[in-house]
């Protein structure tokens, strides 16, 4: 598991875009999986 910047980054609001962050690249990287495979089958 990667961890997403510093635990110190300005209370809550800085943990919500962490988890933002987190959850964009977890989908960027689930897509790019997705386009392999396609790309694969073909």
């Known amino acids: 598991m ?3 910047g510093s635990p110190s980054v300005s209370g ?7 988890r933002r962050r987190c959850n ?3 989908h960027t990287v689930f897509r790019y999986l997705v386009t392999l495979s ?3 089958r073909d």
Do not use: E, K, M
């Not at 809550?12 to 962490?18: A, D, F, K, V």
């Open 2 to 4: 990667v961890s997403g």
């Open 38 to 40: 396609n790309r694969r």
């Open 24 to 26: 964009l690249a977890r």
């Open 12 to 18: 809550p609001r800085g943990n919500s875009t962490c």
